[in-house]
């Protein structure tokens, strides 16, 4: 079946530095792949996403590119914000005829001043 | 504006008491899903629903029924919550077409605690 597979978190880093959050994920055919953010005590939104391979999706400072070859979708960000501070899901959406969302365990973010 | 929204937002019950968690959209949308968030866990799916009177179970649906009778609504029907199932619930909907352009809107989330 699909899966998707993030880093495990908290993760906690100081404002403008370097963000990563891997995310690899298993898949039969060509799957969508999106980055969702849930501020705290909020719904979550719809950060970025890519529908085929080298795709890159990027909003907000945030970019991820879409590796087939190494079925990843890992997130970056140059230099993060205390408003930043959120936890990240990655997820897929499997091929042709499939709404269905496969969510990651999510990340949960600190950026501290 | 366009938005999903659910109630209640906060919910302390107790065991046995049957619950409706309501879930609303006003963008027309035709397919609509909840989901339960659990530390660790993520998000996982419980019911979804193509379109008015069309269901369909998810990864977790055990204890917990949906109906669709109108197109904006898809209410979570718990007929005998237990403590297994405290959690924050989300409600989505989703526009039409397979294109990931049409994105899933989430709903503000319903605190649920069976005692």
């Known amino acids: 079946g699909n899966s998707v597979t993030q880093m495990e978190g908290p993760v906690t880093l100081s404002e403008e530095a370097f963000l990563t959050i891997n995310c690899t994920y298993t898949?039969?055919?060509?799957?969508?792949l999106f980055w969702y953010v849930q501020y705290p005590g909020e719904g979550l939104q719809l950060l970025l996403k890519?529908?085929?391979?080298?795709d890159k999706g990027s909003n907000k400072g945030f970019e991820a590119t879409y590796r087939k070859e190494t079925t990843s979708f890992h997130l970056e960000k140059g230099s993060v914000q205390v408003s930043d501070s959120a936890v990240y899901f990655c997820a897929l959406r499997a091929g042709a005829g499939s709404y269905q969302l496969t969510f990651g365990k999510g990340t949960k973010l600190s950026v501290i001043p | 504006e366009a938005q999903v929204t659910q109630n209640p937002r906060y919910l302390i019950t107790v065991t046995g008491k049957k619950l409706t968690v309501t879930c609303s959209q006003n963008m027309n949308h035709e397919y609509m899903s909840w989901y339960r968030q659990d530390p660790g866990l993520g998000l996982r799916q419980i019911y979804y629903?193509?379109?008015?009177?069309?269901?369909d179970k998810g990864d977790v649906p055990e204890g917990y029924k949906v109906s669709r009778k109108e197109k904006r609504n898809f209410p979570l029907i718990l007929e005998s919550p237990s403590p297994n199932q405290t959690s924050l619930y989300f409600c989505a909907s989703r526009g039409p077409g397979l294109s990931a352009y049409n994105e899933q809107f989430f709903g503000p989330g319903t605190r649920l605690t069976v005692l």
């Open positions: 629903s193509m379109n008015v009177e069309v269901t």
């Open positions: 890519a529908t085929k391979a080298d």
């Open positions: 898949a039969t055919g060509y799957p969508s």
